[in-house]
């Protein structure tokens, strides 16, 4: 089957949603959460499959000069075949003409977006609701 590509949030399913992050594995996102985040984002595309959402990601952005791709997951039955790729690339187009796109990757994860195009900040810096389980994931280096 073919993938049906939706940005709108008409229909979405946000416990599927909710789960996909579960399994992708990204970590467990409320499903009122993720209906908030993703309606308050200027861009956002879902991939689907058979009926069921299979992948999805998000781009928050200031319409000139800074977009932040985020929340991109995709199912571990479609995992390492291209629709990961496809999502950013279909998010990308979104982010035209922004001077800067900018994503923070799940560590390990950082050789798929620099194939993309995408390269390492020396100056990106963040501050996690659960710093201490930020530093246990490998997403914050120790000061």
Not at 8 to 18: C, K, M, P, R, V
Not at 69 to 96: F, K, M, S, T, Y
Request: glycine letters at 12%; charged letters at 25%.
């Amino acid at each position: 089957m073919s993938i049906v590509w939706v940005d709108d949030l008409a229909g979405i399913d946000w416990n599927e949603l909710s789960e996909l992050y579960r399994i992708a594995p990204l970590g467990n996102k409320n499903p009122a959460d993720l209906a908030l985040v993703f309606g308050n984002s200027m861009f956002r595309v879902f991939a689907n499959e058979d009926g069921r959402i299979v992948g999805a990601g998000r781009v928050l952005a200031d319409g000139r000069d800074c977009a932040y791709l985020c929340d991109v997951a995709v199912h571990p039955d479609r995992q390492g075949r291209g629709l990961g790729r496809d999502i950013i690339e279909r998010l990308l187009v979104h982010c035209r003409g922004h001077r800067k796109i900018i994503l923070y990757a799940v560590p390990g994860k950082e050789g798929f977006y620099e194939r993309l195009g995408f390269r390492r900040m020396t100056t990106a810096m963040a501050i996690f609701e659960d710093q201490a389980g930020a530093y246990g994931r490998g997403y914050l280096t120790a000061p």
